[in-house]
């Protein structure tokens, strides 16, 4: 009997994915996957269209989005599941770190400039298309402006912490995303805290109204799974995770390489609302 399984953490072109959310639906049908869940970061505008090529193609999309937070000076990322993604207060909030983030890839193409690369805002925005801008939008514009060969040496010489054109990001604390997600009926996910070394912090989010923690994650091995098996029946969370699709950006994996078991779904809508 085949096992349904899910892909709960995917980036479309609607945040820094490269695909667009209907080319995203197919590659999960294709793969043979009964859900996914759409996780842009800091914006909704992909969900509509996944929704609707979901529908076409018989493929259950999850609403969602992916924050970038604060907490105790350490960035952490969180994921909301099932909110109302039309919630007017949600998406004002949505709206103020999107144009944070207009202004920080201005800050960042102004440091370029002082560095002598000759990039621009406008090459920056237009190569977000109507997506949420950040920097490997940046990191594009360097890659066809030829200053450099890929995203991963963009981000290494000048875009990444510590490098010459890096500018912090404005970022809600994690408490107030949790409450802000919830708020909106949706379910509030700590997102891959390996790689943000947050899950020291996980009693306090619980607190806070965390509900679930992604467990499987691309580079997550047995070790790993088995110690956040243990976290979630601890802390009665959902245990959930995805590949973090970003279109075959290094660092991340591809539609359907990292799933959860349906179940998961079954428990996301259990905890909404």
């Known amino acids: 009997m085949k096992v349904l399984s899910a892909d709960l953490h995917i980036h479309t072109d609607a945040s820094d ?11 999960a049908k294709t793969a043979g996957l009964k859900a996914i869940a759409v996780t842009d970061h800091e914006t909704t505008s992909g969900i509509a269209p996944a929704l609707e090529a979901g529908r076409r193609l018989s493929l259950e999309v999850l609403p969602g989005v992916e924050m970038s937070t604060e907490h105790k000076g350490s960035e952490v990322h969180l994921l909301g599941y099932l909110m109302d993604y039309t919630n007017p207060v949600f998406l004002s909030f949505l709206e ?12 960042i193409a102004a440091r370029l400039c002082d560095l002598g690369v000759q990039i621009t805002l ?26 450099v060969q890929s995203i991963a040496q963009a981000f290494e010489q000048y875009l990444g912490t510590g490098r010459p054109a890096y500018v912090p990001r404005f970022k809600y604390s994690t408490s107030e995303a949790i409450q802000l ?7 509030t996910v700590l997102a891959h ?3 943000d070394n947050s899950e020291d912090f996980i009693p306090e989010f619980v607190k806070d109204g965390l509900q679930g923690l992604e467990v ?14 243990k976290t979630c029946r601890l802390y009665n969370l959902v245990s959930t995770g ?12 591809y ?10 779904v079954v428990n996301l809508k259990k905890c909404a609302g």
Do not use: N, W
């Open 17 to 27: 994915g490269f695909e667009t959310p209907a080319q995203v639906v197919y590659l």
């Open 242 to 253: 995805g590949s973090d699709f970003h279109g075959g950006q290094a660092g991340h994996g």
């Open 96 to 107: 103020l770190l999107k144009q944070k983030r207009k202004e920080r890839v201005g800050r």
């Open 255 to 264: 539609i359907g390489e990292v799933t959860v078991p349906y179940q998961s």
């Open 122 to 147: 406008d090459q920056i925005l237009a190569a977000a298309g109507k997506g949420s801008v950040g920097r490997p939008h940046v990191a594009r514009v360097l890659i066809k402006s030829g200053l």
């Open 181 to 187: 997600i919830r708020k909106a009926g949706g379910v």
């Open 216 to 229: 499987y994650y691309p580079g997550h091995g047995p070790e790993t799974i088995s110690r956040f098996l």
């Open 193 to 195: 805290p390996v790689i």
